[in-house]
């Protein structure tokens, strides 16, 4: 099956800096990749969906300020946790349809963020 | 919010059959039911998706009442590496692109 790529599978950082999630597919193109967060114990909950080429969708309650989404190729987008805190310590997971409306979404190993 | 009702829990003996229902009141006609799982701390994995009719790949087989309000995922000869959270969803249309909206799964432990 198709692979996603998710790096790093973990960081730790200190509270104010901000962190670089990367998710690439590698080999397939993506014009849409989805990132999601999970709590311990809980579902993954939908962050944002990221379209290549254009802004980012974010559902209801996600800032698009503090997590940055950029999506500058078919292959790769981008989280970016800005000025992290410790309450956005969780794990985030993204996934990507292949090509225009493909029918199965694939996931990434998901990267696990410890803010201090 | 999520379109589907699941069992919080499950157990199975090992090598036995795993059933795990789910249900879907509320699909729409072009709506596909797709099961993943995820095992602690990875990514989630695909197991199978429908629409109306039975499937079955080398994974698991996927059984869709006539009305498709509801389906069953089947592991035919559980392992314990089967032991993981299973996730029953709708693929909810989002625009030009759709979107996986989770609920909150069954958790399956397969017992030796």
């Known amino acids: 099956g198709a692979v996603v790529s998710q790096h790093p599978s973990w960081v730790i950082c200190k509270s104010g800096t901000s962190v670089k999630i990367e998710c690439r597919s590698l080999d397939f193109q993506a014009t849409t990749m989805f990132w999601y967060r999970q709590f311990p114990k809980q579902s993954l909950m939908l962050m944002a969906t990221s379209n290549e080429g254009s802004k980012a969708t974010y559902e209801q309650g996600v800032e698009k300020d503090k997590f940055l989404i950029n999506h500058a190729s078919l292959t790769l987008s981008t989280l970016t946790v800005t000025s992290a805190h410790p309450e956005d310590s969780s794990f985030y997971i993204c996934?990507?349809?292949?090509?225009?409306?493909?029918?199965?979404?694939?996931f990434g190993s998901g990267t696990q963020l410890s803010v201090l | 919010d999520a379109k589907t009702t699941q069992p919080t829990s499950m157990d199975c003996a090992e090598g036995r059959a795993a059933n795990l229902p789910c249900n879907h009141s509320t699909i729409s006609g072009n709506e596909y039911v797709y099961w993943y799982r995820q095992i602690h701390s990875q990514g989630p994995q695909y197991i199978i998706h429908g629409l109306k009719n039975n499937e079955t790949n080398e994974m698991a087989s996927l059984i869709i009442t006539e009305d498709r309000k509801s389906s069953t995922l089947i592991l035919p000869h559980a392992t314990l590496r089967d032991t993981a959270v299973y996730y029953c969803i709708v693929r909810v249309p989002q625009g030009g692109s759709e979107k996986l909206v989770f609920g909150k799964g069954t958790k399956l432990t397969v017992n030796p």
């Open positions: 996934s990507a349809i292949p090509g225009q409306g493909g029918r199965q979404l694939f």
